[in-house]
């Protein structure tokens, strides 16, 4: 069942469970590309995978690997002031939670994903350490099976994350 | 992002309102933390523990603010949650950060001390 949600000033975020059966999860949310919309995106996936209980390191980790994505979906292929849309789809496949991010932005820069290097690898400099450059670090350290494509004029960016219970009584 | 910030003894103890160090909030983080540089003494300590989400782009704003004080003040942080302490400890920050398992508390009579910045 699609509901809307919606905040004074702010655009909706269409949330759908796709489910269909018991044990089955499939979550659709679908947002403006706009200020704020990515914590409110990231409030409805959180919301949607609370059912599932993940222990919370786990739930903590997807929230930290998604807001990195779609942040970089905000700056870089929207670059902030583009309108647009962003879908993203969760599913539940076995012990993994799969994602898939879809947007209308600028492609990746030559259709690759960024390596992700941690930006002091060869060690800190004397202008002591970068400001940016950890959000695909930290994507590649937390998620797995990361593949990105560009089609029919679109990016897409799939990748898994563990599904860690949470422990019974814990 | 709004912060709080009094003086314990020779130390200023600064906390944020909010609960979401995010790239919503990291600018306006890295201003408030820039206006309270003038009047900074040698030692801030920023207490995390109202932080439960922080991505990368508060973590920039964090060592963003410690370039801003340097090298007249030193930056060190305090009572991290879980989620934020494993971004400190990933991009090994932990190592970068002077890091206290708590935060001083503000003191009950300065109360007046306790300001917004």
């Known amino acids: 069942m699609p509901f809307a949600l919606s905040e004074p ?12 059966q018991p044990g089955q ?10 200020d704020f ?17 993940l222990s919370e390191a786990a739930a903590g980790s997807v929230e930290l690997v998604l807001a990195e994505v779609l942040n970089n979906v905000a700056e870089h292929a929207y670059g902030n002031n583009a309108t647009g849309l962003v879908e993203l ?23 690759c ?3 992700g290097c941690c930006p002091h690898h060869d060690g800190i400099d004397v202008q002591g350490p970068a400001e940016g450059g950890y959000g695909w670090f930290l994507i590649r350290t937390l998620a797995d099976r990361i593949e990105y494509a560009r089609r029919g004029g679109c990016n897409r960016l799939r990748f898994e994350m563990r599904f860690a219970r949470r422990l019974r009584g814990s | 992002m709004n912060l709080h910030a009094f003086l314990d003894g020779d130390v200023m103890i600064v906390i944020p309102t909010e609960r979401r160090l995010d790239a919503a909030a990291s600018v306006a983080f890295k ?14 300590i ?17 060592i963003g ?23 400190f400890r990933l991009t090994q920050m932990d190592r970068v950060f002077v890091i206290h398992a708590e935060a001083p508390t503000a003191p009950q009579e300065s109360a007046d001390a306790l300001r917004a910045v």
Request: charged share 25%; aromatic share 6%.
């Open chain 1, 37 to 53: 919309a990515v914590r409110r995106a990231l409030a409805s996936v959180m919301e949607g995978l609370a059912g599932l209980g």
């Open chain 1, 25 to 34: 999860f499939e979550l659709r949310v679908l947002y403006p590309n706009q």
């Open chain 2, 31 to 44: 201003d408030a933390m820039s206006r309270l540089s003038a009047e900074a003494p040698h030692r801030v």
């Open chain 1, 89 to 111: 789809t969760v599913r539940r496949i076995g012990s993994h939670l799969r994602f898939d991010v879809i947007d209308e932005g600028h492609p990746m820069p030559g259709y």
């Open chain 1, 9 to 20: 000033g702010a655009g909706p975020v269409l949330v759908e469970d796709l489910s269909r």
């Open chain 2, 46 to 62: 920023l207490d995390m523990s109202p932080i439960d989400f922080m991505d990368s782009s508060g973590l920039g704003a964090v």
């Open chain 1, 113 to 115: 994903l960024p390596e």
């Open chain 2, 65 to 87: 603010a410690m370039k801003i004080f340097a090298p007249d003040t030193r930056l060190e942080i305090a009572a991290l949650t879980p989620a934020v302490e494993k971004v």
